[in-house]
């Protein structure tokens, strides 16, 4: 007799056990000398700055489902793991930490600031991959990699020096997004705009002749202070003949002239703007025309220096908006002011209002790098899904502009530029030198460091050895699949495309799955301060690290938002154990353990109508299984094996075989427990890359010894093939003859223990009585709905009282006398319909309400009118049965 499994399935007592069998087996390593083909996944590296979130899970389910089906399916399969070291991100986290104990990074050396954040990171780097590790992802560790490692490092080097040496890295003096905060420049990718009410204020600026003044419109008032023109349309005459003249600028007392630019929107307050080019990308660009000074007026930490004048120096931005303000009035030259909802861009980490600012900065020019990664996607050699991303990717790759790479920051990697302190050499190189190459002077390096993103898109291949010409990049690269959020598309997935096609002269990846963003049942975006962001470890302690896949990939359509609420977990945690349950069961009646030795050879068995339409199930399921892989249509195929495993396998196939199992022959018998097994154990693999311990735990007790654990073994190919192509039409109506009878118990109240008497009546072509007149398939009906005798009736008399139900044109009557209590479900019967009568009256004031339809929300209203539907059905139902009893 098998081993039995518990009563009740345990996670706790499963999952670890089950990881470390696997880590010890070796089975997630790739070796990269096979002849087999290769699948290949990296992971998006996450930050080393927390832990996991629900976020992560998702994906690194998704990838986890891709990879553990891969290596079922024969492929050499590399799943690579790793951490971003998260520049801005991580120094914020660890600068945080050091202001609780009243010190800050100045307060040390460099390379003491360094080690400090190094300890942090390689704490939570542990912290993550230990996550990652318990939700079950199969990453091949002995791979693992950091995007500050040496290796990667290296990597980083040699890019840089490539491309400074290409030409398409230039240092620049340009209006860069500035974070008064963590005081570095962001890329624009690095800021989020958001919709922000504020004011729009118009101020005048005297013309220098005394002819009157040009009032101008502005969002910030306190930039006005570095103002060195004043633009206008040239195509808006109201203003033509001030073109060329002079305004006094205010405060500062600074002549500055007015510039005509096809730039100035007409409509935008007064049709005349304030040029600040120094603080403005667009005020730059004109200045950049006219040759206007640029005049920076603030400090780095978003404070105003002296260049703003002795009113506001010194001064926060803010607060010197204020002071602007007043002091325009106090002149009399705040002309009004306006409640102005505009979009400003804020720090994505910080979560402070940028700066446009001018500032000395490193640069990749990208337009030479994006036009082959343009056409790489045009090609089809990159498929996105789901493919409307495309359209996003084009238009952000159309319009690229140059990338600000610098960052001061000293957490990341330093720029390898170095300068000589005597002569003006300068270059960038692979080796630090000794001394200057010129002069023989001393050098110096570069400050700042470079953008996090500078590393993380040289990913799918500097993980993997580059520049070395390694076995791994031989054998795995390109990889196969990337599995995504949409919101790094421009950050990441474009960049390693470009760094890809620049470096390996190939594409990264072949798809790349975008998916949603996981939001609460309200629809909001997760997050530590709203407190509706779980710790998704403590899920996996009380759901179970399986529960919470399964749950996750039921509500994960691709690439739309996740509406998440741990009730999707209890339905993860209620399929676990129901699969466990029916195993439990069918190893309980396994009295002879040579049925799992032998092989299942459908032909060499005599298959009964219910083992027929079984396997035909188990091979339409796993056909439906693939055919959603192949599109990335994850929650399809959870929701196929849920209702196959369910209902198909657990609800009808398992309960008709109860029968041979308890009464027929040992022969009889022995098939039902074969097929049962066989559908079993295959059900098992197709579930195993969604729940990968339960499946392993299971599959370890119907295994023979010389067959491999679960997470290696073969896909299911299901070789049944029926030559009868009327059984899945058959079955469908026993199904629906067993289903009306137990509808028809449930309605009329007839206790689950009593047995009916079931009179036929119809057509002797009819298919359901041509099955009920089979001995067999009757045995169906009556085990399954509980009927102890058929009769079958021609004479047209029928039975009163009865219910009645009609399957494909075959009447079936239950006489009721002897089963109830006539009388009294007579009278229980009248009472629910005057009930519900009454309760459809109120429903239907309250919905013919003018008042309530439209001051009541939508959702209500909605709720109110399904309520009135649902119960009008009910009514009929309970009409129709009560007919029944008169």
Not at 43 to 72: C, E, F, K, S, W
Not at 654 to 675: C, F, G, M, N, Q
Not at 701 to 728: A, C, G, M, N, Q
Not at 800 to 817: K, N, R, Y
Request: aromatic share 10%; charged share 30%.
């Amino acid at each position: 007799m098998a081993v039995q499994l518990d009563k009740v399935y345990d996670p706790n007592k499963v999952e670890s056990r089950w990881y470390s069998h696997w880590l010890e087996k070796g089975y997630f390593h790739a070796d990269n000398q096979t002849n087999k083909k290769s699948y290949t996944i990296v992971i998006p590296p996450p930050n080393v700055t927390g832990i996991l979130t629900m976020g992560h899970v998702l994906n690194n389910t998704l990838q986890d489902i891709l990879v553990r089906y891969a290596r079922m399916s024969g492929y050499e399969t590399l799943w690579l793991p790793g951490t971003d070291h998260a520049g801005i991100a991580t120094q914020n986290v660890v600068e945080k930490e050091l202001r609780k104990k009243g010190k800050t990074r100045h307060d040390f050396e460099r390379d003491e600031f360094v080690d400090i954040v190094w300890d942090w990171a390689n704490k939570h780097k542990s912290i993550i991959l230990n996550q990652l590790r318990k939700i079950g992802s199969s990453c091949d560790w002995e791979r693992e990699r950091f995007t500050l490692d040496d290796g990667l490092s290296l990597a980083v080097r040699q890019v840089f020096v490539h491309l400074y040496k290409k030409g398409l890295i230039y240092r620049g003096r340009k209006i860069i997004n500035w974070c008064p905060v963590s005081q570095t420049a962001l890329s624009d990718e690095e800021v989020i705009y958001k919709e922000t009410p504020g004011h729009l204020w118009y101020f005048r600026y005297p013309l220098e002749d005394g002819a009157g003044y040009l009032t101008v419109a502005t969002t910030r008032p306190e930039t006005m202070l570095g103002d060195t023109g004043v633009a206008v349309n040239p195509k808006d005459e109201r203003f033509a003949h001030l073109i060329g003249k002079n305004v006094v600028l205010p405060i500062m007392d600074r002549v500055i002239p007015i510039v005509a630019d096809d730039f100035v929107d007409i409509e935008f307050g007064t049709g005349a703007v304030k040029v600040t080019p120094a603080h403005d990308p667009n005020d730059f660009e004109i200045g950049e025309r006219y040759g206007l000074e640029k005049i920076n007026i603030m400090n780095p930490d978003g404070t105003m220096n002296a260049a703003a004048g002795p009113l506001v120096a010194g001064k926060g931005r803010f607060e010197a908006r204020k002071l602007v303000v007043a002091e325009m009035e106090r002149l009399g030259f705040l002309e009004k002011i306006e409640d102005y909802t505009h979009s400003v861009g804020y720090s994505e980490r910080a979560g402070v209002m940028i700066e446009p600012y001018l500032s000395e900065q490193w640069f990749v020019k990208m337009k030479p790098l994006a036009e082959p990664a343009i056409r790489a996607v045009e090609e089809g050699k990159i498929k996105f899904h789901p493919a409307r991303w495309v359209k996003t990717y084009y238009h952000w790759m159309n319009n690229i502009r140059d990338w600000c790479i610098s960052r001061q920051l000293w957490w990341g990697h330093r720029i390898p530029v170095f300068y000589c302190t005597d002569c003006d050499w300068m270059d960038a190189l692979l080796e630090d030198p000794a001394q200057c190459p010129r002069c023989g002077a001393q050098v110096l390096q570069e400050n700042d460091v470079l953008d996090t993103w500078f590393s993380s898109w040289l990913w799918p291949f500097s993980t993997m050895g580059w520049p070395e010409k390694t076995d791994d990049l031989k054998a795995f690269f390109p990889t196969d699949t990337l599995v995504t959020g949409p919101d790094i598309i421009f950050f990441w997935v474009a960049r390693m495309i470009m760094a890809s096609l620049e470096f390996m002269d190939d594409i990264p990846f072949k798809d790349v799955y975008f998916t949603g963003i996981i939001r609460d049942i309200k629809g909001r975006k997760m997050s530590k301060s709203l407190g509706n962001s779980p710790d998704p470890l403590v899920l996996v302690d009380k759901y179970g690290a399986d529960a919470l896949r399964y749950g996750m990939m039921l509500i994960a359509p691709q690439g739309q938002d996740i509406l998440f609420s741990e009730e999707r977990l209890e339905v993860g945690r209620n399929f676990m154990n129901k699969v466990w349950n029916a195993s439990r069961f069918i190893l309980m009646n396994l009295d002879d353990d040579s049925i799992l030795e032998e092989e299942f050879v459908p032909a060499d068995i005599e298959l009964t109508l219910a083992d027929k339409w079984i396997l035909i199930r188990l091979k339409t399921a796993l056909a439906k299984v693939e055919s959603s892989l192949k599109r990335y249509r994850f929650d399809e195929i959870a929701r196929t094996i849920y209702d196959f495993m369910w209902s198909d396998y657990c609800d009808w196939y398992i309960e008709l075989i109860k029968d041979r199992l308890y009464k027929k022959s040992p022969a009889e018998k022995r098939t039902a427990l074969s097929v049962a097994i066989y559908v079993l154990k295959n059900t098992l693999k197709v579930l195993h890359p969604y729940a990968p311990f339960i499946t392993e735990e299971i599959y370890q007790h119907l295994k023979t010894k010389s067959e491999p654990d679960i997470v290696v073994s073969d896909w299911p190919r299901i070789r049944y093939h029926s030559d009868d192509p009327t059984v899945e039409e058959t079955f469908e109506v026993i199904q629906e003859m067993i289903t009306a009878l137990r509808t028809a118990r449930s309605e009329m109240n007839i206790p689950p223990s009593a047995q009916l008497n079931l009179i036929v009546q119809g057509d002797d072509e009819q298919l359901p009585l041509k099955l009920i007149q089979n001995e067999s398939l009757a045995e169906y009906v009556k085990n399954l709905a509980k009927v102890a005798d058929i009769r079958i009736v021609r004479d047209g008399v029928r039975p009163h009282p009865a219910s009645t139900i009609v399957v494909h044109g075959t009447e079936f009557f239950i006489p009721l006398e002897g089963l109830i209590d006539v009388a009294a479900e007579r009278q229980r019967l009248e009472k629910e319909i005057n009930r519900l009568k009454g309760l459809l009256k109120s429903l239907s004031v309250k919905l013919t309400n003018q008042n309530f339809l439209e001051k009541a929300p939508k959702d209500v209203v909605t709720r109110e009118k399904e309520k009135e539907q649902r119960n009008r059905k009910q009514l009929k139902k309970l009409e129709a049965n009560l007919k029944a009893l008169i």
